[in-house]
């Protein structure tokens, strides 16, 4: 058995009790500084969508759909259905799915901040193709490189924010990376709204800045200390915990540290860490590494996030009204995110997750009533019921922004033993930048498709993960990160998956 005395879960008892520490200037900036990799995913949502709805580049790139958008006779739903279009979007995600399983053994072995690095010079590379962009293979080419950047950022900040945070406010501290998210797509909103009366041009300025967030992903990284858990897993165990007693400003970090060390010896007892998240006592945490990221995306929110201006077009907003309604969404997202941060550490992760579903099911289904009887293929919105259908988007993305949004990255990122840590984390992104593809590549066929019908079928996906979560995820809020997996086998469902502990420790001793 690895480590002695301690099986396979990675600590022998469980010792919160006794952790000591505040939280401290030093661990606060660190996380500041890191989750700056959140606003590259944000700039790009929130960037992609605006740009495609402005005409210089449609008229530029994708002549056919400048046609179709200029046809009053054109159906409203389906002016936009293009997959050369819906590909422009969609690239990056699918490139972003491939570098997250590379960015695993890189994150791994060479600590987060290397992973972190990596990701800020890709994007940077993508932003300059793509403001420079002459055709649509440049174009895409720019997109996969955003698309590594975003794979790799994604796969490491929020295992750098969880290892980081104290336990008592991990959650506050990890959704760090959900508001710098937020605050990327509300800048992005912004930036379209002014760059779209820069004509003919505006459009490569828009995709040009996100250089800006990239930048200081880089540097920021360059800068950061590593994680205590990183330090110790890479055999360097002063070093690991002179960042902790930093972190923690004392130093009584003795229950905090044994928890790492054992950890960490599990963790360099495994070889093969993909092989080992398959094992039955990693069940629960890989259920939820794949389901948790799968449900958000299925709540729609992407939909709203890329093509806001192009769904606001369709419903009949001219072309600076879309974007100004995308720019209100964007600061709507951001304002709710800062409710949850305010929030997650005492109401816990299942209240937010719960009530934010029931709050997406009814404004997603009143949304579709309103379409289905007062807008189609002949007709356009009126003014009321376009402000009421503003009204209750926004009350939408508000409720996924102290929900959903933050907590389907906190959730996984926090419940992984450390020797499937990375890898469970690589998982998350994988699925989440999967269906993000998926969304983002069938989005507009689907709205041509199914019509107001689209706002139903993501309600019915959000009645399902509210109750999957009332269900199957136990409440993490305040459980320290070493010994979360102790926190499964008190599960009604769980203890039943689990195997019991001998079992577990015979398997140590074996792979030991």
């Not at 009366?197 to 920021?220: D, E, I």
């Not at 009143?366 to 003014?383: N, P, R, Y």
């Not at 102290?402 to 499937?420: A, R």
Request: net charge positive; with cysteine; hydrophobic share 50%.
């Amino acid at each position: 058995m690895a480590g002695g005395g301690f099986g396979p879960a990675g600590v022998a008892k469980e010792r919160a009790h006794e952790y000591q520490g505040k939280v401290t200037s030093f661990v606060v900036i660190a996380c500041i500084v890191a989750a700056i990799g959140g606003s590259i995913f944000g700039y790009d949502i929130g960037i992609s969508g605006g740009v495609t709805s402005m005409d210089p580049f449609l008229k530029e790139f994708f002549p056919k759909v400048f046609e179709k958008k200029g046809h009053l006779n054109e159906d409203n739903y389906c002016k936009y259905d293009n997959q050369g279009l819906a590909a422009f979007t969609s690239s990056l995600y699918l490139a972003g799915l491939v570098s997250s399983l590379v960015a695993s053994p890189i994150t791994r072995n060479y600590g987060r901040r290397a992973s972190i690095i990596c990701g800020g010079i890709s994007f940077l590379i993508g932003a300059a193709l793509n403001a420079a962009a002459l055709n649509l293979i440049m174009l895409i080419i720019g997109r996969v490189m955003l698309g590594v950047g975003i794979g790799f950022g994604n796969q490491a900040v929020p295992l750098y924010l969880s290892e980081m945070a104290p336990a008592h406010l991990r959650g506050a501290l990890n959704m760090m990376f959900q508001l710098a998210t937020t605050l990327g797509i509300f800048t992005a909103n912004m930036v379209n709204y002014g760059t779209d009366k820069l004509k003919p041009w505006g459009w490569r300025l828009s995709l040009g800045l996100a250089a800006a967030p990239a930048l200081l992903m880089t540097v920021g990284g360059y800068f950061l200390p590593e994680t205590p858990n990183s330090l110790i897993e890479q055999g360097k165990k002063e070093r690991g915990r002179e960042i902790l007693e930093k972190i923690r400003g004392t130093k009584n970090v003795n229950a905090e540290y044994q928890d790492i060390v054992e950890a960490s010896e599990l963790a360099n007892s495994i070889k093969h860490p993909f092989r080992n998240i398959l094992e039955k006592r990693n069940r629960p945490q890989l259920v939820m590494a794949i389901f948790m990221p799968t449900f958000q995306i299925l709540t729609g929110i992407n939909s709203i996030l890329f093509y806001a201006p192009v769904l606001f077009q369709t419903m009949g907003f001219k072309g600076s009204a879309s974007l100004y309604s995308s720019v209100l969404t964007g600061a709507v997202l951001c304002l709710s995110t800062l409710i949850s941060i305010a929030l997650v550490d005492r109401l816990g992760r299942r209240v937010l997750l719960i009530s934010g579903g029931i709050q997406m099911i009814v404004c997603q289904v009143i949304v579709s009533i309103i379409l289905g009887l007062k807008f189609g293929a002949d007709k356009e919105l009126t003014k009321g019921y376009s402000v009421l259908v503003v009204v209750f988007i926004c009350l939408f993305v508000a409720a996924f922004g102290w929900s959903w949004g933050p907590l389907g990255w906190t959730v996984p990122s926090e419940i992984f033993p450390l020797e499937t840590r990375s890898a469970g984390q690589s998982i998350t992104v994988s699925v989440n930048l999967f269906f993000t593809f998926v969304i983002a590549q069938s989005f507009l066929s689907m709205l041509c498709a199914f019509k107001y019908g689209i706002f139903l079928f993501f309600a019915g996906w959000i009645v399902i993960m509210t109750i999957f979560v009332w269900v199957f995820l136990p409440e993490t809020k305040g459980v320290p990160i070493e010994e979360m997996i102790l926190l499964w086998r008190k599960h009604w469902f769980w203890k039943k998956i689990m195997p019991d502990i001998q079992v577990q420790e015979d398997a140590g001793s074996d792979k030991a």
